[in-house]
């Protein structure tokens, strides 16, 4: 009984791995140099800063400036970014480290800068 169990097992084993012994090539692809309607100049930021002006609404206007004003989420955001760049400057980091952190602190310097308060 145990010899048979092993013969099927070994039977079964070898038909799935008989499939995992065959090389599938990927098919050849025909790539463009450059693609026709690409553009040099990047595109301008979309949805635009002020996108909740062109609904010409006072209303929504002062209610977009009251929510980015008591946004407490953007305000500690910017503290830390402020405190993270105070703390480097007075560790004495390298240019190196300075132009690293810009790169990575560069969306959260934008939004500090930004004309929404």
């Known amino acids: 009984m145990t010899q048979r169990r092993i013969l ?5 084993s070898a ?9 599938i090539e990927p ?3 025909d ?9 040099a100049a990047p595109a301008p930021q979309w949805p635009a800063r002020d996108w909740f002006r062109d609904f010409g609404s006072d209303d929504l ?3 977009i400036e009251l929510a980015a004003t008591n ?3 953007i305000a500690s955001a910017r503290a830390r970014v402020t405190q ?3 703390r480097a400057r007075q560790a004495g980091s390298g240019a190196g480290a ?3 952190r810009a790169n990575s602190l560069s969306p959260l310097r934008a939004l500090a800068r930004s004309n929404i308060r």
Do not use: H, K, M, S
Request: glycine share 6%; charged share 15%.
């Open 8 to 12: 099927i097992v070994l039977t079964l």
């Open 15 to 23: 038909f799935a791995t008989g499939c995992a012994l065959q090389t």
């Open 27 to 29: 098919a050849e692809q």
């Open 31 to 39: 790539l463009p140099a450059a693609f026709e309607n690409g553009t």
């Open 61 to 63: 206007n002062n209610l």
């Open 71 to 73: 946004n407490w989420d």
């Open 84 to 86: 993270a760049d105070a």
């Open 98 to 100: 300075r132009r690293a």
